[in-house]
């Protein structure tokens, strides 16, 4: 595995991973203190206008399905508790650090629209909150917009056929960067400080089976991930979306138990979507 890490910092040698914002920090030490306080952890995210403009964002979105909108980031954090306030932070951050132009922007939007569908998939899934669900949906691709901040033009035909061919995609990119984005994004995710679990379903989520994954929360994100992903690229590409991203939705379903009219109450909901700029 070691091996597997020093191979993905050469394929982005000349770039920083980035760092952790110092909201995320200063809001990780707070909330893990022994007497943690609603109060500072709003105003660690109020002092960030930015950040706090997209938590909010999110918090009022059909991600979190609130009964009434919420107008401030205390009565978020009061509505929602601690540790899930804390997810949405990191995934506003993680929005607000590769949204871009071009690729970059075209990876993040199909990202928002994975995070998004997890967020409803995770309604029947035992244990992964639809805050954990949509934190993940947007880092499992981290490791993408990495290779596309580092050379769009080189990068851009692999993302898009990894949305029609997971499985070759995953091999053609180590082909050309003895690495691939899901090896890339755990060292940003482990920088981040994000769960074990999650990053392993990182590493993971291009896995041609999930009955291959011996933990069943890291194989739940992994079947999440792989239905979200054949719900967009149904979506973005219809009659040209290939059998191996169907049969790649398929394991997803059949891991999550999930019947054809649930995904399809998930996809028409993502068709209804104005989240994204």
Same mark, same amino acid.
Request: hydrophobic share 45%.
């Given at each position: 595995?070691?091996?597997?890490?020093?191979?993905?910092?050469?394929?982005?040698?000349?770039?920083?991973?980035?760092?952790?914002? /110092?909201?995320?920090?200063?809001?990780?030490?707070?909330?893990?203190?022994?007497?943690?306080?609603?109060?500072?952890?709003?105003?660690?995210? =109020?002092?960030?206008?930015?950040? +706090?403009?997209?938590?909010?964002?999110?918090?009022?979105?059909?991600? #979190?399905? *609130?009964?009434?909108? *919420?107008?401030?980031?205390?009565?978020?954090?009061?509505?929602? !508790?601690?540790?899930?306030?804390?997810? *949405?932070?990191?995934?506003?951050?993680?929005?607000?650090?590769?949204? !871009?132009? &071009?690729?970059?922007?075209?990876?993040?939007?199909?990202?928002?629209?994975?995070?998004?569908?997890?967020?409803?998939?995770?309604?029947? #899934?035992?244990?992964?909150?639809?805050?954990?669900?949509?934190?993940? &949906?947007?880092?499992?691709?981290?490791?993408?917009?990495?290779?596309?901040?580092? /050379?769009?033009?080189?990068? /851009? &035909?692999?993302?898009?056929?990894?949305? +029609?061919?997971?499985?070759?995609?995953?091999?053609?990119? =180590? $082909?050309?960067? &003895?690495?691939?984005?899901?090896?890339?994004?755990?060292?940003?995710?482990?920088?981040?400080?994000?769960?074990?679990?999650?990053?392993?379903?990182?590493? *993971?989520?291009?896995?041609?089976?999930? =009955?291959?994954?011996?933990?069943?929360?890291?194989?739940?994100?992994?079947?999440?991930?792989?239905? $979200?992903? !054949?719900?967009?690229? =149904?979506?973005?590409?219809?009659?040209?979306?290939?059998?191996?991203?169907? /049969?790649?939705?398929?394991? !997803?379903?059949?891991?999550?138990?999930?019947?054809?009219? #649930?995904?399809?109450?998930?996809?028409?909901?993502?068709? +209804?979507?104005?989240?994204?700029?």
């Amino acid at each position: 595995m070691q091996q597997k890490f020093q191979n993905a910092m050469n394929a982005i040698r000349g770039q920083s991973i980035p760092e952790l914002p /110092d909201e995320i920090l200063l809001l990780e030490k707070e909330i893990t203190s022994k007497f943690a306080s609603i109060a500072v952890v709003a105003e660690i995210i =109020e002092k960030n206008a930015t950040l +706090s403009g997209a938590v909010l964002k999110i918090v009022n979105s059909p991600v #979190v399905k *609130l009964a009434e909108p *919420l107008s401030s980031i205390r009565e978020a954090v009061n509505i929602l !508790g601690l540790d899930n306030i804390y997810n *949405l932070v990191v995934a506003a951050a993680v929005q607000n650090l590769f949204g !871009g132009q &071009g690729l970059l922007k075209d990876i993040m939007d199909y990202s928002v629209d994975v995070a998004f569908c997890m967020a409803d998939i995770s309604e029947w #899934v035992a244990d992964v909150s639809r805050d954990e669900a949509y934190m993940l &949906g947007l880092f499992h691709n981290v490791g993408a917009m990495m290779l596309a901040s580092q /050379d769009e033009a080189k990068y /851009d &035909g692999l993302f898009r056929s990894s949305m +029609s061919i997971p499985i070759l995609s995953l091999k053609k990119e =180590e $082909a050309i960067y &003895g690495s691939n984005h899901a090896i890339i994004g755990v060292l940003v995710g482990k920088k981040w400080h994000l769960p074990t679990e999650m990053l392993n379903a990182i590493m *993971l989520h291009h896995n041609e089976k999930c =009955e291959r994954i011996k933990n069943d929360n890291v194989r739940a994100m992994v079947a999440m991930i792989k239905v $979200a992903s !054949g719900i967009v690229s =149904e979506i973005s590409l219809g009659a040209y979306r290939s059998a191996e991203m169907r /049969d790649y939705e398929k394991d !997803g379903m059949q891991e999550l138990m999930l019947e054809d009219h #649930v995904v399809k109450e998930i996809r028409t909901a993502l068709m +209804s979507y104005t989240f994204k700029d």
